[in-house]
């Protein structure tokens, strides 16, 4: 045992491939998008406005809105055409349309329309303003009146009870800043850890074929498959809950993302995620047994955890062959734990389904392994 | 020499129909993957987001507000809880994804002429439930507001989505998706292709020695049969799966061809490039699959472009996605002409440009006299 463990460590070590998949580009990774959306909530977003009024009602309105801290106008355009064309040219992502003749209809009561176009091609820029924009509606249609009101002395508590009597407080929970970081970094920087997890499981034993020495390990072990499993497996294990930590603490302890289990609790949830996609990968080699289809195997099936686990895009919504087939990803386990214990501070057993699922992983891998013994024993590599 | 081309060209195509990891990741993948991911994200958006109401209200005014918003497609109220902690219990069994609370004083603040304060609690697992609960309470309050104050609004709103009329999922995240299948196939093709290369110490299946100064023949021959098979392909991608789908798709087909043919040959000399850095077959799947994901962040369709740090924003540049990917929401979904594309265009030909020479270099040390397979071929010769 203590031989295949260190046979091992060797393995990995002499390989500048494994140092690149199981230490730089994990922490690359890691690195990559916490830095990418470190501003959180994105600030600033460019816009334009097409004034065709050029009053001081259309200016004061202007003002009202470059207040705002997501948007910043960066350019006025003198027709809609021009505004349409810079949003095709990546420019702007949206822009306000204040019409000919805004004041002297609103002072009229004529009910002029200000109109907002926003390019929703992309999407989170769009989503995001959402919010805002729903504030400047009213803002655009209040000011008037309020200016009014005031005029007749109404204070500004009356004023406001008047133009908008009900009004919509949101409490986003465990992520009030709507941080986008906190939103997508907790599940795909560990999913970058599981995509490189299955490829190198799959890979390592795929090379014991190609090389020639998958006889002589399964004699190591003394012909006992778990033993060659246990021992490649602890080693890789050893080296991957190495990274694990060092992201749990990264996310956690040093970016202070939310979470409310504290982090003995996400350690185990990666230690169990950990298992699970070496599991996976071991499940997927005895599978398809040649190094090449199983890397595809796990390649594809890596890549499609990012969509499939329902960080971004909710899986109640996919069709519901694809919510049953979501519970074949680790990735949508560790993504429902991680909201369980990290965001929502539940206690782990409260989602006793999905560790028992990440467990199950194992136990399919386990149950496959005659056939990986069969594998390693009697096939020869073919390009 | 153009014998030699020929005989370069003939034989990457004969690699590439007789391997089977190339058919799987240049043929299978390109043809297959876009339709799962099509089909993944085909509902759009998220409807009917369950939710808990706390109406501690419970007059006709606060159930009128329930019952508007539960008319609408993106919330759907699966239960009435006594107080927030039981309605938290909803959350807690993922039952429920917001909780939507209606204070004691709803009804009488709004006879009296105030401020009536309605709360929503969202769960934020998910930034699409958030944005429906919100939209949906926020309409039905403007809504209920404009009947109240029974009062003619000075100044109109209205807000208009552009270019993806549904506010969907798939509408902004399927073209990236499909050019970056394009890209990272070929760079798993190629890395693949070459890899075995080095492996079994053969180049571009010819067993006469090529020369130093054939590495430009080898570099294009390579290409064009990559580019070759990639046309077709293209096409399929990102003219016939869009009009599938019911995705945008507004672009003039010329002019997409027009932009789509320095992308696939940047991508083409850019896998190269990368390639040279393969030592076995299996190598590029190893470091190539993982940039995928963030290829897709770089090229900024999910993170505003305009609000990464410069770093990354200018390490973008250098990679072929990047301009591709806007380019090609900008024709393809926005309806934009070349002229506006002109930007994306220019660099995409510049890294055409810029990874042919890295490709060219690299091929010519791998030609060299004194790098290793060739010296090991020779003295194989020698010793026959």
Known sequence: MKAIIYREFRLLAREPLMWFCMLVAPLFCAAFFTTMMQEGLPENLPLGVVDMDNSSTSRSLQRNLSAFQMVEIVQDYPNVSEAREAMQRGDIYGFYLIPQGLQRKANRQEQPTVSFYMNYSFLVAGSLLYKDQRMMSELASGSAVRTALFARGATNAQAMAYIQPIVVDTHPTNNPWLNYNVYLSNTIIPGMLMLFIFMVTVYSLGMEIKRGTADELLRMAGDRIERVLLGKMATQLL???????????????????????????????MLLFVLASQAMGIFMFSCLPTTRMGLSFASLWGVMSFSICGMSYPVMAMHPCLQGLSWLFPLRHYFLLYVNCALDGYPLLNAWPHVCALLLFVVAATLLSPRLKYALSHYAYQA | MLTKLNR???????????????????????????????????GETVREVPTVVVDECCTPTSREFLRHVDATADVRIVSHAQNLKNAEDYIRRREAYGVLVIPRDFDKTIVRGGQAHVSIYVDMSGMLYYKALLSATTNVSLDMNARIKASRKAILYEDVSLYNPQNGFAGFLIPAVLVLVLQQTLILGIGMARG??????????????????????????????????????????LGVIPK????????????????????????????????????????????????SVPFVFLSGVSWPGSNMPAFWHNLAQFIPSTPAVNGYVKLNSMGAHLPQVWDEWRLLWLQTLGWFLVA?????????????????????????
């Open chain 2, 360 to 384: 060219y270099f690299s091929v010519i040390r791998q030609l060299w006299p004194t790098s290793f397979h060739i010296q090991q071929e020779t003295e194989a010769k020698e010793g026959e």
């Open chain 2, 8 to 42: 370069i060209f003939f034989n990457t195509l004969h690699t590439i129909f007789h391997d089977q990891g190339l058919i799987i990741f240049c043929l299978v993948v390109p043809l297959l993957y876009p339709i799962l991911y099509a089909f993944i994200y085909t």
């Open chain 2, 196 to 237: 075995t290369e080095v492996e079994l110490r053969r180049f571009t299946g010819i067993d006469s020695l090529l020369r130093v100064s054939d590495a430009q023949l080898v570099t294009l021959g390579t290409a064009l049969a990559f580019l070759l098979i990639y046309v077709p392909l293209s096409i399929w991608v």
């Open chain 2, 244 to 291: 599938m789908f019911a995705l945008n798709s507004i672009g003039n087909f010329w002019e997409l061809w027009a932009f789509m043919l320095p992308f696939l040959l940047s991508s083409i000399f850019f896998a190269l490039s990368i390639s040279s850095v393969c030592r076995q077959r299996e190598s590029i799947v190893l470091l190539g699959v993982f940039t």
């Open chain 1, 239 to 269: 080296i991957w809950m190495t990274i694990g930590t060092v992201i749990v603490v990264w996310l956690y302890g040093y970016l202070h993302f939310p979470c409310h289990c504290g982090m003995p609790v996400m350690w185990l949830v």
